[in-house]
């Protein structure tokens, strides 16, 4: 096994298990334990990983892994809720859609939409993410408008005040938000202050506001607000959302969705 295909395999197996040990590492990957540590040092050293007294974690006080290496965590019910969210855009609407794993998501899935396989344009797309951006710009019928910024190589987003010279001269119909956590009390929030300022951007442009969370991101805290609960018209989350969470998402005015 290639170092590259290595470190690929023990990041898919920390994103999905959170934790890895050396020893455990070395017999899941067939090689030895010095190598893996030799991994795991390298890997860290990236910030790829946090290193542990025998091992590596994915979770730090600020860690994030890359977008690239996060999209294993439940990446069924995303693809349902991304398929659920992009029935909710219609043709010819100006949509902004912030970076991660689910909205990109819900990128692959207007791609595909036969609705909007023609039109001037069939639909205008916002975004301040660079692997949005360039899945959509190959589909002429899209109009993709790109945020200016500087890249944050954990989530391919632009951030910094670049950007509010674009988006304080456009309007939107809708804001698609991805987020870490959403909690009544806390709104919706992000590891990354100036990420969160950027997408607080986009929905206070938007008519309206979507989120799309999986259900393991509702009734958390995050570092950086993005916005209250009463900016959110919209929350589209999975059928394994705790029903009192559901509950108290709606009694504060917000129509949830469950798929």
């Known amino acids: 096994m290639s170092r590259d295909a290595r470190w690929k395999a023990l990041l898919d197996l920390l994103v999905e298990r959170g934790r890895l040990d050396v020893e455990e590492a ?3 990957l067939e090689v030895s334990a010095a190598t893996i540590r030799r991994d795991f040092d390298q ?36 693809q349902r809720i991304a398929a659920a969210v992009a029935d909710l855009l219609a043709p010819g609407e100006a949509v902004g859609l912030t970076g991660g794993t689910t909205t990109t998501e819900v990128a692959r899935a207007l791609a595909v939409r036969g609705d909007l396989t ?16 360039n899945e959509l710009a190959v589909r002429p ?66 008519e309206r506001v979507v989120v ?24 589209v989350t999975d059928t394994a959302a705790d029903p009192e969470l559901v509950r108290g998402f709606e009694e ?7 798929v």
């Open 26 to 28: 070395a017999a899941e």
């Open 43 to 78: 890997l860290a050293a990236q910030q790829m990983l946090v290193r542990t007294r025998g091992g590596a974690v994915v979770h730090g006080v600020s860690y994030e892994l890359p977008l690239r290496y996060k999209t294993a965590r439940n990446a069924s019910e995303k």
């Open 118 to 133: 023609s039109g001037t344009p069939a639909l205008t797309v916002v975004t301040n993410a660079l692997n949005i951006a």
């Open 141 to 206: 019928q899209f109009k993709i408008v790109l945020t200016g910024g500087v890249a944050r190589p954990q989530s391919y987003e632009l951030i910094g005040p670049l950007a509010d010279g674009v988006l304080s001269q456009i309007t939107l119909d809708v804001a698609v938000l991805g987020v870490v956590a959403l909690d009544v009390t806390h709104g919706a929030a992000a590891h990354d202050e100036a990420e969160a300022a950027i997408n607080r951007l986009l929905c206070e442009r938007a």
């Open 212 to 235: 799309a969370a999986d259900s393991s991101k509702l009734g958390r805290r995050a570092f950086a607000r993005i916005c209250a609960v009463d900016m959110v018209d919209t929350l």
């Open 252 to 258: 504060a005015g917000l129509r949830v969705l469950t």
